[in-house]
C-alpha cells in the first residue's frame, strides 16, 4: 500500500519489488494484511483503468489522506444527526476507498514504470498523514490525552519498520495492530460509540505492534550474515511498505 519509489539493488533505497519505502523485500505481515494478496488481485481491474487513463500514482496517495479525513469528519459530525450503522457505513466506506487508494498507488507505479525516490517520501508521509487524520475524528468524542497517546502509539510500528529497513533487515508489516486492523476499529467506534475503549486498543495494540517488530528485527539483525540472507530469500516478494 505505497506509492511510487525508484527500484534498485540491496542497498538502495528501495527492494527489488517494493515502492514507497526502503529496505529488502518485506515478510508476509500478521493480522489482516495476510489479505492483502486477495485485495490486490480484486483491483486489479482498477488498476488496469486507471493506467489506461495514466492516473498518477502520487495522486491516489492524496486521495487516501482525503479519504481518510472524510473518515475522520464522519466520525466526528455524523453520530449526532444519523443513526449509528449509517454512520458506521459511512465511515467503513471511506476507510475502505482509504485502503484500496493505498494499495493501489505503489501497484499502479510499478505496473506502468513510474516508480520514483519522490514517490516513496511522498508514500511514507501519505500514510502516516491518514493514519493521523483519520484518529483526529476522535477529538470532540473523547478526552484529547487519549486521542493524543493513540496517535502517537499508532505511528510506533512504522517508526520500528523504518528503523529495521534503515539497518538492512527486511521490512516488517502487519499486525496484530496495524493499519488494517486501526481502521477496522474507527469503524467499530462508529457503530457502537465505544469511543475510549476502541482508543485504548489501539493505543495498546500499536504498541504491542511495534514491541513484537522490535523483536523480529532484532533476531534477524543479530543472525550471521547467511542465516539473515536466507530470511530474506525465503520471504515472500510482496510490496514493500510500512503499517
Known sequence: MNGSSAPSGPTGPTGPTGSGSA??????????????????????????????????????????????????????WLPGPLPAPLTALAVAVLLAARLAFANLDGALARDTGRTTRRGALLNELGDRAADLVMLAGFLPLAPLWLVATAALAATLPSWVSLAGAAAGAGRLNGGPVGKTERCALVVLAAATGWWTPVLVAIAAGSALTAVTRCGRLWRELGAGPREAGARRESAPQGEVEVR
Open 23 to 76: 529496505g529488502s523485500p518485506a515478510p508476509s505481515g500478521l493480522g489482516l494484511y495476510a489479505l492483502k494478496p486477495w485485495y490486490a488481485r480484486k483491483l486489479s481491474g482498477v488498476r488496469g483503468a486507471l493506467a489506461r487513463r495514466e492516473v498518477s500514482p502520487d495522486t491516489l496517495t492524496a486521495a487516501g489522506v482525503v479519504c481518510a479525513a472524510g473518515a475522520a469528519a464522519a466520525l466526528a
